[in-house]
C-alpha cells in the first residue's frame, strides 16, 4: 500500500472509529459506558469521578485533527507519520469495537479490545518519537493526544482488569475489594513513573495525576482510597517538574 492510500485509510477509519460511536451515542434509549459503570462496578473503588472521562474530548479531537493533517500532501512522506498511520487506523477501530463491547455486557471481550488499544497507544508514542526527537509547529501541539492516550490507556487498562474481576466475583485471595484498590493505585503508580521517566513525557504523567485526583473526588467517602490516591498524585506531580532540565544537562555533560 502507498502512502497515499495510507493516507486516505487513516482519515477516514480515524473520523469513523471516533465519530462513530459519538452519534451511537446519541441514539434515545441506550446506555452510555458510565451508567453501565456505575450500576455493575460499584464495588471497583479506583474508578475516577465522571468528569474525569471528558479527557477523551481533547485526545478525539486531536485524533481528528492529527488524521486531516497527516493526509495533507506535505506530510506525505514525514518519516513518523509514515510510521504511525496505520497504528492509529487501528486504535480507532478498536476504540468503536470497545465501546460496543462495553455498552453491550461484554466485559470479558472488552478487557481483551482495550489490551489491544493500550499496545497500539504505546507502540504510536514511540513511533512518534515523542520525548527523544524535538519537532515544531503543528507537529509539536499534535503529539499531545497521543501522550494523553497514552497514559489514559495505562491507567484504564487497570481499571477494567478490576472491572472485570469484580463482575466476575474474584474472590480476591480473600483480600476485600478496598485493598485491592489500593494495591491496583500503587501498582498503576509504578507503572506510570517508570514509563514517565523512561519517556521523558510529563503529559503522560500529568494524566496520572488527573485520573487519581478524580479518584480523589469519587471516592471522598472511603478515606483509604482517598487518602492513597491524593498521595500518589502528588507523587505524580512533584514528578512533572526539573527532570526534563536534569535530563538535557546530563546529556550536555556526556556530549562534552
Known amino acids: 500500500m502507498n502512502e497515499r492510500a495510507k493516507q486516505i485509510l487513516t482519515l477516514v477509519a480515524t473520523f469513523a472509529g471516533v465519530l462513530g460511536p459519538a452519534f451511537g451515542a446519541l441514539s434515545p434509549g441506550d446506555s452510555d459506558t458510565g451508567e453501565i459503570s456505575g450500576q455493575f462496578f460499584s464495588d471497583v473503588y479506583i474508578i475516577p469521578a465522571d468528569y474525569a ?3 477523551w474530548a481533547p485526545i478525539y479531537l486531536g485524533f481528528l485533527a492529527f488524521a486531516v493533517f497527516q493526509a495533507l500532501p506535505a506530510q506525505r512522506l514525514n518519516p513518523r507519520f ?3 498511520r496505520l497504528w492509529l487506523a487501528a486504535s480507532a477501530l478498536l476504540n468503536a469495537a470497545w465501546i460496543a463491547a462495553f455498552n453491550n455486557l ?6 481483551l479490545i482495550i489490551v489491544g488499544m493500550l499496545v497500539t497507544a504505546l507502540v504510536m508514542h514511540r513511533m512518534l518519537e515523542i520525548g527523544t526527537t524535538k519537532v515544531y509547529g503543528l507537529e509539536r501541539v499534535l503529539r499531545l493526544p497521543f501522550s494523553l492516550y497514552a497514559g489514559w490507556l495505562t491507567a484504564a487498562t487497570i481499571l477494567n482488569t478490576a472491572g472485570v474481576l469484580a463482575d466476575r466475583d474474584w474472590g480476591g485471595f480473600g483480600i476485600s475489594y478496598l485493598a485491592w484498590g489500593v494495591v491496583m493505585l500503587v501498582v498503576a503508580t509504578g507503572i506510570g513513573l517508570l514509563t514517565r521517566f523512561r ?7 500529568g494524566v496520572f495525576v488527573w485520573a487519581f485526583v478524580g479518584i480523589v473526588v469519587a471516592r471522598a467517602d472511603v478515606p483509604a482510597v482517598a487518602v492513597t490516591a491524593g498521595v500518589l498524585a502528588a507523587v505524580f506531580a512533584v514528578s512533572l517538574f526539573g527532570w526534563e532540565r536534569r535530563l538535557g544537562r546530563v546529556r550536555g555533560a556526556t556530549s562534552a
Open 53 to 55: 472521562f471528558v479527557i
Open 82 to 84: 509514515m510510521r504511525v
Open 106 to 111: 461484554l466485559f470479558g471481550l472488552s478487557l
Open 199 to 205: 519517556w521523558n513525557d510529563p503529559v503522560y504523567g
